[in-house]
């Protein structure tokens, strides 16, 4: 057993909690590289489909115009305020392709919705409300991840009061 916590390969999510946390969060950070080469990010919504990530956004935004640019991209995703419990996170770097094509979205805004909200006039009143022209969806494939779980790191604390 590690003497600190510096070496915390033992410490990634099993692919079960992975999948867990990523279905039962909503929100995300999404970073991009802007215009000066500097990193930026915002939190996000998102709908997970088919191992890729599905976000939207005005057209105007500058992140939208920045993965034009240069598509490569990251999305961070932390278990706070989800039934997981505390203390987990995982990180994915992927390549991003802005769609406006009607296709995609007659798809996309339903489900999206469904997912953010339920079903129910609030989510029919969201899906209204995202269907405008300016609007494009952004389809995140992610090529690589590197997760955490807190609770695999106390496991490794033995000395550590065990957190309730």
């Known amino acids: 057993m590690p003497d600190d916590y510096e070496d915390l390969r033992d410490c990634a999510l099993t692919e079960e909690l992975e999948t867990e946390l990523v279905r039962n969060q909503r929100e995300c950070v999404f970073m991009w590289t802007n215009v000066g080469g500097e990193a930026f990010g915002v939190v996000m919504s998102y709908l997970p489909k088919d191992g890729l990530f599905w976000?939207?956004?005005?057209?105007?935004?500058?992140?939208?115009?920045?993965?034009?640019?240069?598509?490569?991209?990251?999305?961070?995703?932390?278990?706070?305020?989800t039934r997981v419990g505390p203390n987990k996170t995982i990180s994915y770097k992927g390549s991003c392709t802005v769609l406006n094509d009607q296709t995609t979205k007659d798809w996309f805004y339903p489900e999206?919705?469904?997912?953010?909200?339920?079903?129910?006039?609030?989510?029919?009143?969201?899906?209204?409300?995202?269907?405008?022209?300016?609007?494009?969806?952004?389809?995140?494939?992610?090529?690589?991840?590197?997760?955490?779980?807190g609770d695999l790191l106390w496991q490794r604390s033995p000395e550590v009061i065990q957190p309730q």
């Open 112 to 149: 999206f919705a469904e997912f953010l909200m339920g079903k129910g006039p609030q989510a029919q009143a969201f899906m209204k409300y995202l269907d405008s022209p300016g609007r494009v969806v952004v389809k995140f494939e992610p090529d690589y991840s590197l997760s955490f779980d």
């Open 55 to 81: 976000l939207t956004a005005a057209e105007h935004r500058a992140r939208i115009s920045a993965i034009r640019r240069f598509p490569r991209a990251s999305i961070c995703i932390s278990s706070t305020g």
